[in-house]
C-alpha cells in the first residue's frame, strides 16, 4: 500500500527552494501535501508548484514538522544546524542541501549515481554534497572503479546562482549598472563579479586554500569512501548565471585512454557525454542549465604523466548540483523503503 507523503520544502522562496518544488512537481514525487518554509519575512508569499498551483509559504519553526514525513533543506547551514534536529526528533527525515551536516559521521553524504547504498546507514540527516562535488563525483566515479584513481587536480568555474538569489541579482544589477555608466553597486561578493572573475569562494582557512576548495577534498573522500584519492582544487567565481564548469585532471593507477574513458562514460549513470572537439561541440553552461545530466567532453591524454586524463565537466549547480540530487536522493529512500527515522534516533541530534 503507497503512503501518503508530507514534504516539506525550508528555504522555499531561495533559488534552490523553488528549483526544489519545480523538481518534485515534474517528477512526480507522490506527496500528498507539500509544505513551503521560509524565514518569517516570507510569510503569507506565493510559490508555484507547478504550472497550476501556488502554495502559501509558512514560517520555518521547531514544531513544524510534525506529520511531515520528508525535509529537504535549503535554508543555509545555520538553519539546517538548528531546525534539522528538530525534524528528525518529530520523525521526519531530512536531506540537507548546506555544509552543516555533510562531514558529520551520523550523516551518509550522497550522489545517488555514486554511492546511493551509504543511504542504508541513514539515521534521520542525509547530506546533500556541494555543488561542485556532484559533478564531478558523477563523472569520475565511473573511471574510478575502472582505473583507480590515484589524484585529482579541479579548476572550477562556478556559476552566481550558487550564492542564491541575491547573487542572481546582484550580476544583473551591476551590468545593467555598467551598460548605463554607472558605478556598480558590490554587495554579495567582495569585489564586482560583472565581467571579473573571482578567484575566492567561501571563506580563507589557515592553509591559504577557500573552505569551497576543502569541501571537494573532503567530500570527494568520503563519497568514494576512498581515502587514498587525492584531491586539490581551485574554486574559482565566473560571471555566469546558471551552471558550474570544472577542468579536471585525474592521475589513474592502471592506464586508461581517452578512449576506454569515453567508452566508460557514454553508459554512465547521470553523464553525457559531449566530446567532438572537431565539430566544435564541447559541454557548456549554457546549454547545462535546465537540463539533469553532468555533461563531459575535452576529454584528453595528459602527456606529460603516463597516466593522466584532462576533463572538462559541466552541470546545472542548481538542479543536479543541489534540488535534483537532494530529489533523486528522497526518491532512492522511497524506492528502499527508508523513509523514516529509527526510533532510537530521533533524539540523535539534538544538544
Ligand atoms: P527568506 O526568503 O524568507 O529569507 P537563497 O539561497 O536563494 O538566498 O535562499 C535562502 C532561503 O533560505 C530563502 O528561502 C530564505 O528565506 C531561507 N532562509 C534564510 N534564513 C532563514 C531562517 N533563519 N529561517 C528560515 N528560512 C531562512
Known amino acids: 500500500m503507497s503512503r501518503s507523503l508530507t514534504v516539506a520544502v525550508c528555504g522555499a522562496t531561495g533559488a534552490v527552494g523553488r528549483e526544489m518544488l519545480k523538481t518534485l512537481h515534474e517528477r512526480e514525487f507522490p506527496a500528498t501535501s507539500i509544505i513551503p518554509l521560509a524565514s518569517s519575512r516570507s510569510v503569507g508569499m506565493k ?21 511531515v514525513d520528508l525535509a529537504l533543506f535549503s535554508a543555509g547551514g545555520g538553519t539546517s544546524l538548528k531546525f534539522a534536529p528538530h525534524a528528525v526528533a518529530a520523525g521526519c527525515v531530512v536531506v540537507d542541501n548546506s555544509a552543516a551536516w555533510r562531514m558529520d559521521e551520523r550523516c551518509p553524504l550522497v550522489v545517488p549515481e555514486v554511492n546511493a547504498d551509504h543511504l542504508e546507514e541513514h539515521r534521520g540527516i542525509i547530506a546533500n554534497p556541494n555543488c561542485s562535488t556532484i559533478q564531478m563525483v558523477v563523472a569520475l566515479k565511473p573511471l574510478h572503479d ?14 552566481v546562482s550558487g550564492t542564491g538569489q541575491k547573487a542572481i541579482n546582484e550580476l544583473e544589477t551591476q551590468v545593467r549598472q555598467l551598460f548605463s555608466m554607472r558605478d556598480p553597486e558590490v554587495n554579495v561578493y567582495p569585489h ?20 569551497e576548495e576543502m569541501k571537494m577534498v573532503h567530500e570527494t573522500v568520503k563519497i568514494f569512501a ?3 584519492v587525492k584531491v586539490t582544487a581551485t574554486c ?11 577542468s579536471v585532471n585525474i592521475e589513474t593507477e592502471k592506464k586508461i585512454t581517452p578512449r576506454d574513458a569515453r567508452a566508460i562514460l557514454a553508459t554512465a549513470p547521470g553523464v553525457q557525454l ?15 542549465a535546465g537540463e539533469d545530466m553532468t555533461f563531459v567532453g575535452r576529454i584528453r591524454e595528459d602527456e606529460t604523466i603516463p597516466n593522466g586524463l584532462n576533463l572538462w565537466i559541466v552541470a546545472d549547480n542548481i538542479r543536479k548540483g ?5 530529489v533523486q536522493v528522497a526518491e532512492e529512500l522511497l524506492r528502499r523503503d527508508l523513509l523514516r527515522v529509527p526510533d532510537a534516533d530521533r533524539d540523535l541530534f539534538l544538544d
Open 47 to 67: 510559490v508555484p508548484y507547478g504550472e497550476d498551483v501556488e502554495l502559501v509559504v509558512r514560517e520555518l519553526k521547531e514544531d513544524s514538522f510534525e506529520g
Open 146 to 159: 575502472a582505473a583507480k584513481i590515484r589524484r585529482i587536480v579541479v579548476s572550477t568555474y562556478q556559476a
Open 192 to 211: 564586482r563579479i560583472a565581467f571579473n572573475v573571482l578567484p575566492h569562494i567561501d571563506v580563507f582557512l589557515e592553509n591559504d586554500y577557500t573552505k
Open 226 to 228: 576512498d581515502p587514498s
Open 236 to 246: 574559482v567565481r565566473v560571471p555566469v548565471f546558471y551552471g558550474h564548469a570544472e
Open 274 to 288: 559531449y566530446d567532438n572537439p572537431q565539430e566544435k561541440m564541447y559541454p557548456m553552461p549554457l546549454d547545462a
Open 322 to 326: 543541489a534540488a535534483l540530487n537532494a
